[in-house]
């Protein structure tokens, strides 16, 4: 569950739009460390320790609030990952393209994309036990090119100089055009409730969540902060590319000789397996927890449909490789470039993404209250008015990095990039409302 975890929150593919932040993304990555990633995880410890029922996030918004926001907040859980899984495979491509076939087109980037798409639903299709493998190896690998990087970084810097002001006074929280990338950081530590999903099927959720956590917790805030220190060391700041930074990185710090060549090729095509394994963990995630909502009758029956052999939601599975697909071909027409592409699609998912968890502190908070008999196997270690403050704090991360995706305070909104975005945004939400509505009349005519 430890590499599970890392798998599905360390994500290669942000690590290039975090730094480039700048050098204040150092600062940045350690407050948001400090204020949000620390209290979250130990937050969804308790949740999901003291509600080890599989559906995780579902489960613990429809003890607190009722079916209703349950069932909207498992459509948006669920929408999420078919939208984000195009600009996974943008990158993807992106990093294909840049090792094998430089030349290779926008509308070839996206058939990549397209076919690693069915090839993560079909992965998904397998059962948990003979899939597991994947995130696990996707796991050592991302921690492998994250400490390469960060490690390459230090020894190139050493003989050839840093290749931006990484001083104290450069590296303190700026108020600035970087803030534009803020959100992404946010957004690199949110998964924990993943493996709560899966709390029944541990022998001791009790002990193997809160530990899982404290592990990964620990071993993804160093990987992130090496691999966006490597990154600022190696790469100019002007010449860091949202797509092509991870290659670009290797590149510099191992040369263009034979030998710096191949082993770039190594990692890199390390780095596409990561890519393939973070999806098929948020898939399998995603789609076991809108099973479970299909099951109570908060979603279509469809969601719900399992594999004759293998017992998984093959039917969720399907539906999300055909909303990928439809994603990124449409998104395909208005984009000018493969990094364009990348960036107007991850801004769009991520907003979906983290808007269910504006209901994720609000529950915690209120189950502490109107359930504080049940046992908690782990409790966070704060009383109830610290809880308070501590929850407060997590959902004003959620906000601020859900308005930066489109607005940098200071700066006016670039229309022709957030009306796509909203749009879609919107859409989502109207989409989900009548997919609930409709379920909610059949579950009433059952």
């Known amino acids: ?36 990633f620390i209290p979250y995880g130990l937050i969804t410890a308790e949740l999901g320790t003291t509600y080890p029922e599989e559906g995780g996030l579902y489960v613990w918004i429809k003890q607190a609030f009722g079916e209703k926001w349950a069932a909207r907040t498992t459509w948006l859980y669920w929408i999420n990952v078919a939208l984000w899984m195009p600009s996974v495979y943008i990158a993807f491509a992106g990093i294909f393209s840049q090792l094998f076939a430089p030349d290779l087109s926008l509308w070839g980037q996206i058939l990549i994309g397209v076919i690693a798409t069915w090839v993560t639903v079909g992965f998904g299709i397998i059962s948990l036990d003979a899939g597991k493998w994947i995130p696990n190896i996707g796991a050592f690998l991302k921690g492998l090119i994250m400490v390469v990087i960060g490690v390459g970084a230090f020894v190139f810097a050493s003989r050839n100089g840093i290749a931006n002001d990484l001083s104290f006074q ?48 620990a071993l993804i805030a160093l990987f992130y902060i090496l691999g966006t220190l490597g990154m600022l060391m190696a790469l100019p700041l002007d010449q860091l590319g949202l797509v092509e930074g991870i290659i670009d990185t290797l ?23 990561t890519l393939l394994a973070n999806m098929v963990t948020w898939t399998i995630g995603a789609n076991r927890t809108a099973a479970e909502a299909a099951r109570e009758g908060e979603l279509p029956a469809i969601f719900g449909r399992l594999h004759p052999v293998n017992k998984t939601p093959v039917s969720a599975f399907i539906l999300t490789g055909a909303v990928s697909t439809l994603v990124i071909v449409l998104y395909g027409f208005m984009a000018g470039s493969a990094e364009d592409l990348f960036w107007t699609l991850f801004a769009f998912s991520s907003m979906v993404f983290l808007m269910p968890y504006l209901g994720l502190f609000p529950a915690f908070l209120k189950l502490r209250k109107t359930d504080a008999n049940r046992e908690r196997p782990y409790r966070v270690p704060v009383n109830n008015g610290v809880a308070r403050i501590v929850a407060v704090i997590c959902e004003l991360f959620i906000i601020q990095a859900i308005v930066f995706f489109i607005w940098v305070p200071g700066e006016p909104i670039d229309w022709a990039y957030a009306a796509p975005i909203l749009i879609g945004v919107a859409v989502t939400l109207l989409l989900g409302e009548l997919l609930l509505f409709l379920a909610a009349r059949r579950k009433v005519q059952a």
């Open 1 to 36: 569950m430890t590499l599970f975890t890392v798998s599905a929150i360390l994500v290669i593919e942000t690590v290039a739009p975090s730094a480039a932040i700048g050098p204040s993304a150092i600062s940045w990555w350690i407050i948001t460390l400090l204020l949000f």
């Open 170 to 217: 450069s590296i303190l929280p700026k108020w600035d055009a970087g803030l534009a990338f803020l959100p992404v950081i946010v957004y690199n530590f949110m998964g924990f409730e993943l493996m709560s999903g899966a709390a029944e099927e541990m022998h001791n959720p009790g002990k193997d969540i809160p530990r899982a956590i404290i592990i990964s917790g």
């Open 251 to 273: 590149t510099i710090i191992f040369g263009q000789s034979a030998a710096g060549t191949a082993i770039v090729t190594v990692l890199g095509i390390g780095a596409l397996f």
